[in-house]
Nanobody, 119 residues
Framework: QVQLVESGGGVVQAGGSLRLSCAAS????????MAWYRQAPGKQRELVAGITRGGSTNYADSVKGRFTISRDDAKTTVYLQMNSLKPEDTAVYLC?????????????WGQGTQVTVSS
């Protein structure tokens, strides 16, 4: 079992940046997939970015070139650097982990952190 706690959300103007953190309750070294998802009001949850143990990454087309996912296994933390934020990036961002591939179901989820981008 792994508990995940997100932090770093807030209100930012369009064009600004935020860095989200996801702290795990134990080592994530043997967790193949760590990922960030987001859910906006009235919309389905969507995968934003994922990263494997080996450092391979996968991004939603809407955030490519603007967001960067990284993991620090020693610190048991996953990060999401978000640059050039747009109002449409407004959502609750959730950290998740587990599963063999990016398409697999995630085993553990955090509670989420709100990101609001004002125009």
């Amino acid at each position: 079992q792994v508990q995940l706690v997100e932090s770093g959300g807030g209100v930012v103007q369009a064009g600004g940046s935020l860095r989200l953190s996801c702290a795990a309750s134990r080592s994530i070294f043997n967790i193949n997939i760590m990922a960030w998802y987001r859910q906006a009001p009235g919309k389905q949850r969507e995968l934003v970015a994922g990263i494997t143990r080996g450092g391979s990454t996968n991004y939603a087309d809407s955030v490519k070139g603007r967001f960067t996912i990284s993991r620090d296994d020693a610190k048991t933390t996953v990060y999401l650097q978000m640059n050039s934020l747009k109002p449409e990036d407004t959502a609750v961002y959730l950290c998740a982990g587990g599963g063999l591939t990016i398409q697999s179901a995630r085993l553990w989820w955090g509670q989420g952190t709100q990101v609001t981008v004002s125009s």
